[in-house]
């Protein structure tokens, strides 16, 4: 089970920058009290364990069996399948079949080079988008499409979109070419899309099991309601966040995982932290880390820098391979310390010498720990981040599911690529673009 050390934000261990136990728990507790209220239909993302998963398994099975497998999605629809590929399958393209693309940032380079190393034949194309509108997946799409048409290849087996049960131009196409479509939950937003077929196909394509992924989810979702906060780190993890903002304006997260394989949930929460907290003037910005390469990056700034962080640390108390450090060149000292240790020994030694490193320096510092990497640790993981994450966001007192925000960008880039209804926003471009620029 998840556990987590919030020993280093208390004011007994790093002074006027830490908070206290009392505040800590009744914020907590008030957490729990809101959340157990469900005050949104989105919160249907905490029962995800209960999904019916045949359909993708089946689905999943046949793809298997090709060569290549391309997902066509962004932000929420492509994080999390990234996450699951790079922490359970790590360097999958270079051991297995199908070899695996996440494209999702339109970038022409990159979609070329892809176009070069497939062999379309063998190609399945996961088009995942819950609201089936959104640009750079839509445009992905259509190349796909065309080529898929041009070389008299049949759609139906080409393609498989995830996207709403109903509603959205992939389901409408879907209907309209029979096109497997798998179903992301009316409810289920994209950033907490990840334990639905967003990310719980590719799971089976690359052979690890949903199953295990939800399993993981289901302790979380239990724990996340408990009324006893010492019990309760999912709780206590959003009031800290929560408190160390608002009491302590300490405005950014840094996210610090000590392992290669959890590098893109880094990016994962990143998103999920920003786009469901930054709203109304609050939130915190979150930062992806990765230990211990940051140490030799950004630990500076977080020792002696602005007064502005927290650093949430990852650790992993066992990795698959512990990797023996020979034990050479005796009479050098620099090397002959290191002999006889593992490196799996010198990544927790160097996590915890930094966590201790910065509370001797009052910076306030909490850690989660997970036993190992598997897909169960993992669900458990996307679980505790998530629920954290709508937590903080009803302590703050804002909807957790929404992204004002990212709209007007969306609706001048509709307008400038002469999309219909959207004139006015055209119009606006055209006139920014007019507009005198001052450049040097
Ligand atoms: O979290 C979100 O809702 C967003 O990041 C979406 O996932 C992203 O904008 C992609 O949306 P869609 O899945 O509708 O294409």
């Known amino acids: 089970m998840i556990r987590l050390d919030f020993s280093n934000v208390l004011s007994d261990e790093i002074g006027h920058n830490g908070l206290s136990l009392d505040d800590i728990q009744s914020h907590a507790l008030r957490a729990v009290s809101i959340f157990s209220r469900k005050p949104y239909k989105e919160f249907d993302f905490v029962d995800l364990h209960n999904q019916n998963l045949d359909e993708l398994k089946e689905i999943g099975k046949k793809v298997r069996e090709k060569d290549y497998f391309i997902i066509l999605g962004i932000g929420g629809s492509a994080l999390g399948p990234k996450v699951i590929l790079e922490a359970l399958s790590p360097l999958h393209n270079l051991k297995e079949k199908p070899r695996v693309f996440i494209y999702d940032n339109v970038d022409p380079v990159t979609l070329r080079n892809i176009i070069e190393v497939i062999n379309l034949k063998k190609t399945v194309i996961n088009v995942i988008s819950k609201s089936g509108a959104t640009s750079e997946t839509l445009a992905s799409f259509l190349i796909f499409w065309r080529m898929i ?223 190992k990497i598997d897909a169960y640790n993992l669900g458990q993981l996307f679980q505790f981040l998530q629920i954290t994450t709508c937590m903080t966001g009803l302590l703050y007192g804002i909807n957790p599911f929404n992204q004002p925000g990212v709209e007007l960008g969306k609706r001048l880039t509709y307008g400038a690529m002469g999309k219909r209804g959207f004139e006015s926003e055209g119009q606006e471009v055209k006139n920014y673009l007019k507009k005198q620029r001052f450049m040097v």
Not at 170 to 178: S, V
Not at 192 to 218: C, D, I, M, N
Not at 287 to 292: F, H
Not at 361 to 368: A, D, E, Q, T, Y
């Open 149 to 371: 048409k041009d070389r008299k290849l049949n759609v139906r087996e080409h393609f498989v979109f995830t996207t709403d049960p109903d509603r959205g131009n992939l389901r409408t196409i879907a209907q309209e070419y029979g096109i497997p479509a798998l179903t992301i939950p009316k409810n289920i937003v994209g950033r907490y899309s990840v334990l639905t077929p967003v990310g719980l196909f590719l799971s089976e394509v690359v052979g690890v099991k949903a199953e295990e992924l939800l399993r993981g989810a289901k302790e979380i979702s239990k724990m996340a309601f408990n009324e006893n906060i010492n019990e309760n780190p999912v709780a206590t993890l959003s009031s800290v966040l929560y408190l160390m903002d608002t009491m302590k304006k300490r405005k950014i997260v840094v996210f610090l995982p000590y392992s290669d394989r959890l590098k893109t949930l880094s990016e994962w929460f990143s998103q999920l932290w920003a786009e469901s907290l930054g709203k109304d003037g609050r939130g915190t910005t979150p930062y992806p880390s990765l230990g211990t390469t940051d140490q030799h990056s950004q630990l500076q700034i977080w020792m002696e820098g602005p007064e502005d962080k927290v650093i949430l640390f990852l650790s992993i108390e066992r990795h698959e391979y512990q990797e023996e450090i020979p034990e050479e060149f005796h009479d050098i000292e620099g090397l002959r310390f290191l002999g006889g240790h593992t490196l799996e020994e010198l990544l927790n030694t160097e996590q915890l010498a930094t966590e201790m490193a910065l509370t001797t320096n009052r910076k306030p510092n909490l850690k989660i720990i997970i036993p």
